[in-house]
């Protein structure tokens, strides 16, 4: 039976795609490289350990609305959930690489996208728990099956330049705001009552008669 083993190489952006996507090179090993590997049906889930970082006083800021005040986050920073993938790995012996492709968001009602888009620079501890199915060549040549252990799993720490380089990919010197619809409705109205271009327009004038308004 096959004894796997999983590290992540690096991560890159997916450059051409029809939604952004970030890609983990991952390096899958047999201690039992006589055996042939038939295919793979592998199941990932990637998990943020934010627990294993230290944060800049910037970051701490950015990141209130997600784990409080940083006097509390003793007991309010913990792990988030960032997806879940999966990949068919074709046939090899001994050794293979294989592109875990995971999707990333701009959508800062996201917990993970908050989380990514408040950091300024560093790494981001990543835990990928692996479950699936391998199909593989007994010694006898019949096809076998058998399942990934649940303690399979792999670390990697992700440059947060990486995760930039995908938003500005996808999305050059943009951000993305959800609007409930009766707020965006009233944001149509007000742009088109003031013959205002753009939404950025519209949102810079509000912020401007805004900021007069306040006393000093």
């Known amino acids: 039976m096959p004894d796997l083993s999983f590290q ?4 890159q952006p997916v450059r051409i795609a029809a939604s952004p996507l970030l890609a983990l090179r991952l390096r899958i090993s047999n201690t039992r490289p ?3 590997i038939h295919a793979i049906l ?14 800049s006083a910037g970051d701490q800021a950015a990141l209130v609305d997600l784990f409080g005040e940083p006097e509390r986050w003793g007991q309010s920073l913990r792990g988030l959930l960032w997806t879940h993938t999966s990949v068919i790995v074709p046939s090899f012996t001994g050794t293979t690489l294989v ?9 800062l009602n996201v917990a993970s996208a908050k989380y990514f888009s408040a950091l300024e620079e560093g790494e981001v501890p990543l835990c990928l728990l692996f479950s699936g199915t391998i199909f ?12 990934i252990p649940w ?24 951000a993305w705001l959800s609007l409930r619809k009766d707020v965006f409705e009233r944001l149509v109205e007000y742009k088109s009552r003031n013959g205002l271009p753009t939404w950025e327009h519209a949102i810079d004038n509000l912020l401007q008669h805004a900021s007069e308004q306040v006393t000093p």
């Open 8 to 11: 992540v190489e690096d991560a």
């Open 34 to 36: 006589e055996e042939a």
């Open 42 to 55: 592998l199941r990932s889930q990637v998990q943020i350990e934010a627990t294993r970082r230290r944060y």
């Open 99 to 107: 592109e875990l492709q995971l999707p990333c968001t701009y959508d």
């Open 136 to 147: 593989y060549r007994a010694a006898d040549a019949a096809l076998q099956v058998a399942q």
């Open 151 to 174: 303690d399979k799993e792999a670390s990697y720490r992700l440059p947060v330049r990486v995760w930039q380089e995908v938003m500005d990919l996808y999305f050059p010197n943009s």
